[in-house]
């Protein structure tokens, strides 16, 4: 499975922007997908999660109520939506997929997932 992210970029605190994430797993539908972000010197932190057909989403303390995850298994994308950002969301988000549904707290984990696409920047300016 490939995964490619698409959709960061610099914004002013309070904008948003709208993150991709393409797939060339026919059964995408089998998978579920995660956000991860990470900045240079930290551990990557857990951003939000949403099952196979979209039935179940979580998301981080930290984004809830601003961003939200999505997908459309026809085009074998998913999506995060993240509104009213902060300085302190940027950077580097990645997208993730394994097959399954897992518990809340195993989709937290990054080492739970076995594909990852290359990070897209995201950059909130104050």
């Known amino acids: 499975v490939q995964l490619q992210a698409s959709g960061g970029g610099l914004v002013q605190a309070g904008g948003s922007l709208r993150l991709s994430c393409a797939s060339s797993?026919?059964?995408?539908?089998?998978?579920?997908v995660g956000w991860f972000r990470q900045v240079p010197g930290k551990e990557r932190e857990f951003v939000s999660y949403?099952?196979?057909?979209?039935?179940?989403?979580d998301y981080a303390d930290s984004v809830k109520e601003r961003f939200t995850i999505s997908r459309d298994n026809a085009k074998k994308m998913a999506y995060l939506q993240m509104n009213n950002l902060k300085p302190e969301d940027t950077a580097v988000y990645s997208c993730?997929?394994?097959?399954?549904?897992?518990?809340?707290?195993?989709?937290?984990?990054?080492?739970?997932?076995?594909?990852w696409g290359q990070g897209t920047q995201v950059t909130v300016s104050s």
């Open positions: 797993e026919g059964n995408f539908i089998d998978y579920s």
């Open positions: 949403i099952t196979e057909v979209g039935g179940t989403t």
């Open positions: 993730a997929a394994v097959k399954g549904i897992y518990s809340r707290s195993l989709v937290r984990n990054p080492d739970l997932y076995d594909y």
